[in-house]
Each structure stands twice: as structure tokens, then as C-alpha cells.
């Protein structure tokens, strides 16, 4: 299982997403080595360059590092993927 190198805050993007989903989310990204009072919950990220950002999706969780930032906006590249799988009853499931 590939851990998530970072210092200081992780930036999970959370933009209204069902509570199972958030929920799973933030377990997953323990379990690849984020602590949970490292994480900062938020549609709008104060990231510096050199952040982790996590975008929830559905199926997947897109784990990427910041490399620029301009006004109040920030680019970054994705270092890789984490999927999230359901059940045959739609319920999320802990895979690994």
C-alpha cells in the first residue's frame, strides 16, 4: 500500500459530498498514513505550494501535490489514486 508523503496539513476537498462518502474518505487516507488531525476538511484550501490536496470523487480519491499558486488559486499534479469500492449493497468498503 503506497503512503502519502506530506508535512504539515492535508487538504481534503470536500464539496458536498454524502456524509459515507466523507466518512470513507478520511478513513482511507489514514490508512495510507494521514493523520486525522492533519487533515483540514474544506471547499477552499489556503494550500502552499509544496501541499497535499485530496479531491473526493465518487469511486476514487485523487491525491495530488500543489507546484504553483496564484491569487487565491492553486495548480497541482496528481501523484496518484486511490479507489474506493462498494459492496453489492452500495455501501463502501475497506479493500485493503
Known amino acids: 500500500m503506497q503512503k502519502i508523503d506530506y508535512e504539515g496539513t492535508v487538504w481534503v476537498l470536500n464539496y458536498n459530498n454524502p ?8 478513513h482511507m487516507l489514514e490508512r495510507h498514513g494521514v493523520k ?8 477552499t484550501p489556503t494550500a502552499k505550494v509544496g501541499a497535499i490536496v485530496v479531491e473526493i ?3 476514487e ?5 500543489v507546484r504553483t499558486t496564484r491569487n487565491d488559486s492553486f495548480i497541482s499534479g496528481t ?3 486511490i479507489e474506493l469500492k462498494l459492496d453489492e449493497d452500495g455501501n463502501y468498503i475497506d479493500y485493503l
Request: aromatic share 12%; no cysteine.
Open 19 to 26: 456524509q459515507p462518502l466523507l466518512d470513507h474518505a478520511i
Open 36 to 43: 486525522r488531525e492533519d487533515m483540514i476538511i474544506t471547499e
Open 57 to 59: 470523487w465518487p469511486y
Open 61 to 65: 480519491l485523487v491525491i495530488g501535490r
Open 79 to 81: 501523484e496518484f489514486t
